[in-house]
C-alpha cells in the first residue's frame, strides 16, 4: 500500500513538472512569436500584443 501511495504522489509530481514546463515552453514560444511580431508593429500594437498574452496565459493558468 505505502509502494503504492509512493507512487501515486510520484505520477502527481512528474505531472506538476510536465504541466510547469508546458507552460514556461508555451510562454518562450508566445514571446518568441511576439518579438517576431512586434519588429513589424508600432509601440501601440505591441503594448496590446502583450497585455493579449498575459491574458492566455493568465487563462491558460486558471483552466490547468
Known amino acids: 500500500m505505502l509502494a503504492y501511495q509512493l507512487l ?3 505520477y502527481y509530481k512528474a505531472n506538476i513538472v510536465i504541466e510547469f514546463c508546458n507552460i514556461v515552453c508555451f510562454y518562450v514560444l508566445f514571446l518568441i512569436f511576439a518579438i517576431k511580431i512586434s519588429d513589424i508593429m508600432v509601440s501601440i500594437e505591441k503594448k496590446v500584443l502583450y497585455l493579449f498574452g ?3 496565459i493568465y487563462i491558460h493558468n486558471s483552466m490547468c
Do not use: A, L
Open 8 to 10: 501515486i504522489t510520484d
Open 54 to 56: 498575459v491574458i492566455i
